[in-house]
């Protein structure tokens, strides 16, 4: 069993720039992969950025990427999203998830999700 929770959100300006982290407690971290979803109002949760166990193997939604990184630090059992050159398209509740080891845009191959953490970008 993992437990997650998000911290970092907040409210930004058109530009600005939010570090994300995603703290797991419970199984050892370096055992699953991360990936970080978010969710608009209406809308459906979407894939952001995902990251392998070890953080050899990335992957981001084109819409992000250039912007965004993923990353994580095992010895601290924390995930982290950096969000630069943040837009309003990028305003949602973004939720941290973990699997067992495979690096997917697909929420539906994730077992684990935290809370949720709120972003709101200003224009």
């Known amino acids: 069993q993992v437990q997650l929770q998000e911290s970092g959100g907040g409210l930004v300006q058109a530009g600005g720039s939010l570090r994300l982290s995603c703290a797991a407690s419970?199984?050892?971290?370096?055992?699953?992969?991360m990936g970080w979803f978010r969710q608009a109002p209406g809308q459906d949760r979407e894939f952001v950025a995902a990251?392998?166990?070890?953080?050899?193997?990335?992957d981001y939604t084109d819409s992000v990427k250039g912007r965004f990184t993923i990353s994580r630090d095992n010895a601290k059992n924390t995930g982290y999203l950096q969000m630069n050159s943040l837009k309003p398209d990028d305003t949602a509740v973004y939720y941290c998830?973990?699997?067992?080891?495979?690096?997917?845009?697909?929420?539906?191959?994730?077992?684990?999700w935290g809370q949720g953490t709120q972003v709101t970008v200003s224009s």
């Open positions: 998830a973990a699997n067992w080891g495979i690096v997917s845009r697909n929420l539906h191959d994730y077992d684990y």
């Open positions: 419970g199984r050892s971290f370096g055992t699953y992969a």
């Open positions: 990251i392998s166990r070890y953080g050899g193997n990335t």
